[in-house]
C-alpha cells in the first residue's frame, strides 16, 4: 500500500526552492526518529508517492510494483502502464507481480523464465575470472554443451589458442634457459613476419579490388559501411604507427571498442 505524502515534492532549481527543501529534509529527519526508519527509506517513498497520485493508484497492486513502475517518466504511459498488468506464466492469469514490472521497465527480474534472463543472471554471479572459470569448466564435462559452445567459432578459437598457450608454457618450463631464450626470440621474429605479412595482404586486396569497382557508384548505405570499416583501418593504423614510435603495445579502449564495432 502506498503512503500517503509525506511532504509535497517541489519544482527543481531556483532560489525560492532551496528553503521548502531544507524544510523537507528536516521534517524527514524528524520522522526518521520518531519512526526508526531511514531517511532513505523515507525519501524513496516520498518519491514514489508523488509519481502517483491518489486516484492513479490501483487497489490490489503492492507498493513494490508501483515503485517499480514509478521508472517510467511519462505520466500517462504509466498511468496507463498499471491498467495493462502482463500475464503471469505461472498462474496463467493477467496480473501484477514484481518480476512482470520489472520486465516492463527493463530491469533485471528476480525469478529468471527466459532463456536471455537465465543466461544474464549467469552472467552477473560470474564476473568474478575465478568463478566463470569454475562454472565453465563444470559446463564443459557436458558433451552436449561442450558440442554446442564448439559450435561457436569465437569459442572455438579461444579454447585453442587457450590449449595451444598451456601446452607451450609446459614445453618452456622444461627447457634450458639458453634454449628458452632463443625460442622466445624465434617467436617474435615469428609474429614480427606476421605483422609485415598481415600489412601485405591487407595493401595487395585492396589494390586488386579497387580497379574492380572503378565503374561503379557506391549506395547511401554502402558508403557508410566502407566509411566505418576506413575508420577501424586508420585507426589501426594510428595504433601500429604510434607503437613503433613509442613501444607502447596496449590497446586503450576508445580502439578496442571501435574495432569491436560498438
Known amino acids: 500500500m502506498l503512503p500517503g505524502p509525506l511532504e509535497p515534492m517541489q519544482p527543481r532549481g531556483g532560489r525560492s526552492a532551496v528553503e521548502p527543501l531544507l524544510q523537507v529534509a528536516a521534517s524527514l529527519r524528524r520522522l526518521s526518529d520518531d519512526t526508526r526508519v531511514p531517511v532513505k527509506t523515507l525519501e524513496t517513498r516520498r518519491w514514489v508517492s508523488s509519481r502517483w497520485p491518489q486516484q492513479y493508484r490501483r487497489p490490489g497492486v503492492s507498493y513494490a510494483v508501483h515503485k517499480i513502475l514509478a521508472s517510467i517518466e ?22 501484477w507481480t514484481e518480476d512482470g514490472a520489472k520486465r516492463i521497465v527493463g530491469q533485471k527480474v528476480n525469478h529468471p523464465v527466459t532463456v536471455v534472463e537465465k543466461v544474464q543472471a549467469i552472467h552477473d554471479l560470474a564476473v568474478d575470472e575465478q568463478v566463470a572459470a569454475t562454472v565453465a569448466t563444470d559446463l564443459l564435462r557436458r558433451p552436449d554443451v561442450a558440442f554446442k559452445a564448439m559450435s561457436d567459432g569465437v569459442a572455438r578459437d579461444a579454447v585453442n589458442r587457450a590449449q595451444f598457450e598451456r601446452s607451450q608454457q609446459a614445453y618452456e618450463r622444461n627447457l634450458p634457459p ?8 624465434m617467436q617474435q621474429r615469428s609474429e614480427f613476419l606476421d605483422l609485415i605479412a598481415a600489412c601485405s595482404a591487407f595493401t595487395a586486396a585492396i589494390g586488386r579490388t579497387i580497379p574492380r569497382l572503378s565503374d561503379r557508384s557506391f549506395q547511401e548505405a554502402e558508403q557508410g559501411a566502407l566509411r566505418q570499416q576506413i575508420a577501424k583501418v586508420r585507426a589501426t593504423a594510428d595504433w601500429l604507427e604510434t607503437a613503433l614510435d613509442t613501444g607502447n603495445l596496449s590497446l586503450d579502449e ?6 569491436r564495432g560498438e
Open 178 to 185: 639458453a634454449a628458452a631464450r632463443s625460442l622466445d626470440q
Open 254 to 259: 576508445g580502439l578496442a571498442a571501435l574495432l
Open 74 to 95: 511519462d505520466d500517462e504511459q504509466r498511468w496507463q502502464q498499471i491498467l495493462n498488468p502482463p500475464l503471469n506464466e505461472r498462474t496463467g492469469r493477467k496480473e
